[in-house]
T-cell receptor, first 118, second 113 residues
């Protein structure tokens, strides 16, 4: 099956610093990737849709200048949390759009990145 | 975002029992309804999915029942096992390729041995 990786798996940073999270599709190419945020015991909330070679589309309420998304290749999308604050502490999960064994489009999820801002 | 409503929020089932989780959606443009299983500290993993042209899909112990007229779908886990203890999310997405998933709020399932 299609595999999506994220790096790092967890990160702790000081308030005011920036953190970059990578999302890679390991064995397939993904023109579209998605970034989700999940707070403890809550659901996944879509932050933005990332398309290779173009600007990301952000969901309402998500600050595009704070959460910078770059999808520079068909296998890599990055999310940079700029000037991070404690309220940005969350579980960030990416997914990549690929094809299932039956040929249908399917989102394959990464393992997530736990961000803790002190 | 169109809402997907999921219930119950939490569920306790005895080993060997049937776990049932329900979801309802509003947007009739949705045409893909997956269920995801998530363990603590991990990303969600696709369990089973259905499209509205069928009313039921079964894979092993997992079954999705779909009621298009009621705009509802449910997950049944037969012979529930302690290893099934996890959070389950229903989701929905629209017809076009590349559209994002809208998730329900999740159900925490505990299977007691």
């Amino acid at each position: 099956g299609a595999v999506v990786s994220q790096h790092p798996s967890w990160v702790i940073c000081k308030s005011g610093t920036s953190v970059k999270i990578e999302c890679r599709s390991l064995d397939f190419q993904a023109t579209t990737m998605f970034w989700y945020r999940q707070f403890p015991k809550q659901s996944l909330m879509l932050m933005a849709t990332s398309n290779e070679g173009s600007k990301a589309t952000y969901e309402q309420g998500v600050e595009k200048d704070k959460f910078l998304i770059n999808h520079a290749s068909l296998t890599l999308s990055t999310l940079t949390v700029t000037s991070a604050h404690p309220e940005d502490s969350s579980f960030y999960i990416c997914s990549a759009l690929g094809q299932s064994g039956s040929g249908r489009n399917e989102q394959f999820f990464g393992p997530g990145t736990r961000l803790t801002v002190l | 975002q169109q809402q997907v409503k999921q219930s119950p929020q939490s569920l306790i089932v005895q080993k060997g029992g049937i776990s049932i989780i329900n979801c309802a959606y509003e947007n009739t443009a949705f045409d893909y309804f997956p269920w995801y299983q998530q363990f603590p500290g991990k990303g969600p993993a696709l369990l089973i999915a259905i499209r509205p042209d069928v009313s039921e899909k079964k894979e092993g112990r997992f079954t999705i029942s779909f009621n298009k007229s009621a705009k509802q779908f449910s997950l049944h886990i037969m012979d529930s096992q302690p290893g099934d203890s996890a959070t389950y999310f229903c989701a929905a997405s629209k017809r076009q390729a590349g559209t994002a998933l809208i998730f329900g709020k999740g159900t925490t399932l505990s299977v007691s041995s």
